[in-house]
C-alpha cells in the first residue's frame, strides 16, 4: 500500500524549505522501507533546491545522505529485514545491465543512475524524492548496511561525502605511505584528510588560510601547505601520487599539477563544469601528469568504506540541527559557517506534523 509522507520541499527556487505532505510508491518485491532517522545536508541539497545546476523539478525533497532502520522488507528481499540500520547515498536504481552497472559502478550507469532526488523513477516514472522525509522506499540493491560500531547520526555524510573521496583514493591504489595532498578543508576535504589517512598515506592539505594548520591536523594531515606561498608550493614540486581537488568553484589548477610526481593525478570532486584559467597542457606533458574526475561510488565501495570507517573509527564531523532549522543551514553553508557538515535529526518532523 502506498504511503502518505510528511517532509520538507522546495515549491519553487526562490521559495524557502518548508512541510509537505506526498506518497511514496507502493514497495515492490525488490523494496526497503526505511523509516529515517537522520539525513545529512549536502551542498547539492542547496544547488538543487535553488535550481543553480537548472533542471530542477518541483516540488523538490531533498537529502541523499540517510541512515534510518528498515520497518519493511519486499516478499524478494533477502539482504535485509525489519529492524537492520541501513543506510542510502546519493543513487537509488541504474539500469542493471550495461558494462559500467555490471563492474558495480552504478554511478556511471551508461544509460543514467537514478538520483535519490529530483530524478525520475525508472520503472513507473515517478519523482524521486529524498531524505528530508519520514520514510523513504528504496530497491534493496541500492541500499547499504551501517555498522553499528558506527555512530549513526555521525555517518551520515559518509553515504556522500565520505565515498565521494573515497572512491578516488581506492581507483589511484593509495596505500600506506602514499603521498597525498587535499585540496580544501570542507565538507568533502575533511572526510578526505580522515580517509586517507586511515588508509595510512602521508597526508597534505593545501589551503589559502593560514589559520586553519592545528584544525587540519586533528583531522589527520601530516603536513599543511599554504598556496599562496610561493616558497611553500615551490617545496613540494614533484612530490605528491595523487591530489584531492575538493574546491567547488572555478579555480587555478596549474599551481597544483606543478606538485604532482611522475604520473600523479589531480582529481576533481566538488567542480562541476569549466575550469577558469584553462589549464596549461605544459606541466601535465613534461611530467605524465593527469586532471581527472570522480563521482561519489559504487555500491560495492560505498559498503566497503563503510565497513572501513567502523573498523578505523571515522566518522564526518556534524551539527546536528532540527529540520525546522533547514533554511538558516543552506545561508550558514553558503558562508562555510559549519564545521563540517548538517545531519537533521528527523524526529524532529514530529513537531510539524
Known amino acids: 500500500m502506498s504511503l502518505n509522507i510528511l517532509g520538507y520541499a522546495a515549491q519553487s527556487s526562490e521559495s524557502a524549505l518548508g512541510p509537505h505532505q506526498f506518497v511514496r510508491r507502493d514497495p515492490r518485491a525488490d523494496d526497503v522501507v526505511i523509516d529515517i532517522e537522520y539525513c545529512g545536508v549536502c551542498h547539492s541539497d542547496l544547488h538543487q533546491a535553488r535550481n543553480d545546476w537548472g533542471g530542477a523539478i518541483y516540488p523538490l525533497v531533498p537529502g541523499h545522505e540517510i541512515i534510518g ?27 542493471q545491465h550495461c558494462s559500467s552497472c555490471e563492474a558495480g559502478l552504478e554511478q556511471y550507469c551508461k544509460e543514467g543512475m537514478t ?82 589517512k586511515g588508509i595510512g598515506a602521508d597526508v597534505t592539505l593545501f589551503t589559502r588560510s593560514a589559520g586553519k594548520e592545528q584544525e587540519a591536523r586533528r583531522l589527520g594531515a601530516d603536513h599543511v601547505v599554504l598556496s599562496t606561498n610561493e616558497q611553500q608550493m615551490a617545496d613540494v614540486a614533484n612530490h605528491f601520487d595523487l591530489i584531492i581537488d575538493t574546491v567547488p568553484y572555478a579555480h587555478d589548477l596549474d599551481p597544483y599539477t606543478a606538485t604532482l610526481n611522475l604520473d600523479g593525478t589531480l582529481v576533481l570532486v566538488g567542480l562541476i563544469g569549466q575550469t577558469d584559467p584553462a589549464p596549461s597542457t605544459a606541466s601535465l606533458v613534461m611530467g605524465r601528469r593527469s586532471i581527472a574526475g570522480s563521482l561519489i561510488g559504487g555500491i560495492k565501495e560505498t559498503q566497503e568504506m563503510l565497513d572501513f570507517c567502523a573498523e578505523h573509527g571515522i566518522v564526518s564531523d556534524v551539527e546536528i540541527i532540527d529540520i525546522q532549522y533547514i533554511n538558516e543551514a543552506y545561508e550558514r553553508m553558503l558562508k562555510s559557517d559549519v564545521k563540517y557538515r548538517f545531519v537533521i535529526d528527523m524526529k524532529s518532523l514530529k513537531a510539524t506534523a
Open 115 to 196: 538520483p535519490t532526488y529530483n530524478g525520475t523513477d525508472r520503472h513507473d516514472g515517478q519523482l524521486t524524492l529524498g531524505g528530508y522525509s519520514e520514510k523513504i522506499v528504496v530497491s534493496e540493491k541500492f541500499v547499504l548496511r551501517v555498522p553499528e560500531k558506527l555512530d549513526a547520526k555521525a555517518a551520515a555524510p559518509l553515504l556522500c561525502a565520505g565515498i565521494t573521496t573515497w572512491s578516488p583514493l581506492r581507483h589511484w591504489n593509495v596505500k600506506p605511505g602514499s603521498k597525498v595532498a587535499v585540496v580544501g578543508l570542507g565538507g568533502l576535504g575533511h572526510m578526505a584528510l580522515k580517509l586517507a
Open 69 to 95: 532502520k528498515v520497518v519493511s522488507v519486499g516478499s524478494g528481499v533477502k539482504k535485509f529485514k525489519a529492524g537492520d540500520r541501513v543506510g542510502v547515498g546519493c543513487m537509488v536504481d541504474s539500469c
